[in-house]
């Protein structure tokens, strides 16, 4: 979890969609679903190209194949995500965190 934050942070999509299955799917709840390494790829290198997103640890916590990574961001932002891991690669991620907030605090769209 501690390289998936540190790679999260460099704003580093290709390197980040290396911790995702060729299936995986990233559930991001305030969005659809994305599934498959290069849709994540994709989600990833779009978000990174709107604005600076920085991951400050809060905790982490984990249970066999499942990490629970409760985070938060300079602006003030949290959120938490829940990650299923299978042969060391992610196969299921669902993140928690206030899209609108997180569009106000980044001047972002606000879709209709």
């Excluded at 704003?11 to 990233?26: C, K, M, P, Q, R």
């Excluded at 659809?32 to 790829?41: H, L, Q």
């Excluded at 779009?46 to 982490?60: G, H, R, V, W």
Aim: hydrophobic content about 45%; charged content about 20%.
């Amino acid at each position: 979890m501690q390289s998936w934050v540190e790679t999260f942070n460099r704003g580093d999509a290709i390197a980040l969609s290396n911790f995702y299955s060729e299936d995986a799917i990233n559930h991001q709840v305030a969005n659809s679903p994305f599934v498959g390494k290069i849709a994540i790829r994709e989600m990833f290198a779009a978000e990174f190209s709107q604005t600076k997103m920085t991951c400050l640890i809060e905790n982490i916590f984990l249970d066999g194949d499942w990490a629970i990574l409760e985070w938060k961001d300079p602006l003030g932002l949290r959120g938490c995500a829940f990650f299923h891991i299978h042969h060391s690669k992610i196969v299921l991620q669902r993140g928690y965190w206030d899209k609108l907030s997180f569009l106000r605090m980044h001047n972002l769209p606000i879709p209709d």
